[in-house]
């Protein structure tokens, strides 16, 4: 096994890893870049539909879950959406901003992948792509990483290796091994930014396809009011994916299925018509899904026939329709994990393990995980650039 010596190793060429890598060389320090796939950064190449939505201009503290919410105000304060949008300008990428403050490439999510392996290349950094990363010892004067036939022996070992989401594309739960042997806790994981399923029978199969929207809310987090799409399995869609990083399994969630309207005068006016229910809430909500609702709850008659209790409980229903989810369709379409590696055993200024020197934790492995919309991504820029800076 041939032996190395460098300042830096960084395990995992994605979004988090490649900032962390090009920061430290441009400081002057040595750095090699490992990761088991042949692609760089696959995640960020399919992310936003191939156009990567690369950070959100409300990359705020409070956008973030962690056992800690305070944990990443310091890494988004030292390296903000601004910084990165800057960098992007720099490289002449173009962009633009969508709704809710997501930026995403005019062009190709290839161009941030372009960008960041520039950067990384201008400070000369070690690239080892499809290789895989075997032993990890803690040594007198750092760390030894055996990679392929090499022995890396290194001063700082950055790990940068994402969650368990989509493992078509390489995620394992390397990050989270390397964590355990050095006796670092874990918050347990979950997937997140995650499809929700149903049981046949909860859900109208008949509805797949139709899409509404909604206000969105699971146990007592925030409420999202985006895009809501049935399918074959359950639901799906922004408002869902937003929530799903709050929900609870066994819990149900709650949707506000006319947002912003005034049910109850909507049906004071129409108290005397011969119109049937679905008919009139297919004024305001897709048929086949007024249909479907109204026969799950109440006798299909003519409004006239409704007595106000029975139009009291169907408009509670519209504005506060709750279902108890069977689950999720897991790691594989999640875009993210939820939990990782205890952000107690992290110094927030710098990423560094707190009782192992030299160890630093980035990115997805870490128990930080943003909304839907550019805020993991900031979160992989800023927390590599952090441990870029003090690596």
């Known amino acids: 096994m041939l032996n190395q010596d460098i300042d830096v190793v960084v395990i995992g060429?994605?979004?988090?890893?490649?900032?962390?890598?090009?920061?430290?060389?441009?400081r002057g320090r040595g750095v090699a870049l490992i990761d088991h796939s042949e692609r760089l950064a696959e995640k960020i190449r399919i992310s936003g539909g191939g156009r990567c939505n690369f950070t959100n201009i409300q990359a705020i503290p409070d956008r973030y879950l962690s056992r800690n919410p305070h944990?990443?105000?310091?890494?988004l304060a030292q390296y903000t959406a601004r910084d990165f949008i800057d960098l992007v300008d720099r490289h002449g990428v173009p962009w633009r901003?969508?709704?809710?403050g997501q930026l995403f490439c005019d062009d190709s999510a290839q161009d941030i992948i372009d960008l960041l392996k520039a950067e990384c290349d201008s400070g000369g950094v070690v690239w080892r792509?499809?290789?895989?990363?075997?032993r990890i010892e803690k040594t007198a004067a750092g760390f030894a990483v055996e990679a392929g036939n090499e022995r890396w022996q290194c001063a700082s070992l950055i790990i940068a290796t994402g969650g368990l989401s989509i493992p078509p594309i390489g995620a394992t739960g390397f990050g989270y091994d390397v964590a355990r042997q050095f006796d670092l806790p874990i918050v347990a994981t979950t997937p997140a930014l995650v499809p929700l399923t149903f049981e046949p029978k909860d859900l109208y199969a008949e509805l797949a396809g139709v899409s509404l929207d909604c206000d969105a809310m699971a146990n007592e987090g925030p409420a999202f009011r985006e895009n809501v799409l049935f399918t074959h399995r359950g639901v799906s869609g922004p408002a869902i994916l937003q929530i799903s990083s709050y929900w609870t399994p066994g819990k149900p969630i709650s949707l506000d299925l006319l947002p912003g309207r005034d049910v109850r005068a909507l049906f004071a006016?129409?108290?005397?018509?011969?119109?049937l229910l679905p008919n009139v809430l297919a004024d305001y909500l897709p048929k086949r899904f007024a249909q479907a609702f109204c026969e799950a709850i109440v006798p299909i008659k003519p409004m006239r026939q409704y007595t106000p209790a029975e139009l009291e409980q169907v408009a509670a229903r519209l504005h506060d329709w709750q279902v108890v989810p069977s689950g999720t369709q897991g790691y594989k379409k999640a875009e993210?994990?939820?939990?990782?590696?205890?952000?107690?055993?992290?110094?927030?200024?710098?990423m560094a393990a707190r009782q192992i020197p030299g160890l630093y934790f980035i990115g997805e492995v870490v128990d930080v995980t943003g909304w839907?919309?550019?805020?993991?991504?900031?979160?992989?820029?800023?927390?590599?650039?952090?441990?870029g800076q003090n690596a």
Request: charged share 15%.
């Open 13 to 26: 060429a994605g979004a988090a890893g490649m900032m962390a890598a090009a920061t430290a060389s441009q």
């Open 129 to 134: 792509m499809g290789t895989a990363v075997g």
């Open 269 to 275: 006016s129409a108290s005397r018509a011969e119109s």
């Open 372 to 387: 839907l919309g550019g805020y993991n991504f900031q979160w992989a820029w800023s927390s590599g650039w952090v441990a």
């Open 336 to 350: 993210v994990t939820r939990g990782g590696v205890n952000t107690d055993a992290l110094s927030s200024k710098t």
């Open 71 to 75: 944990y990443c105000k310091s890494a």
């Open 97 to 100: 901003e969508k709704k809710l």
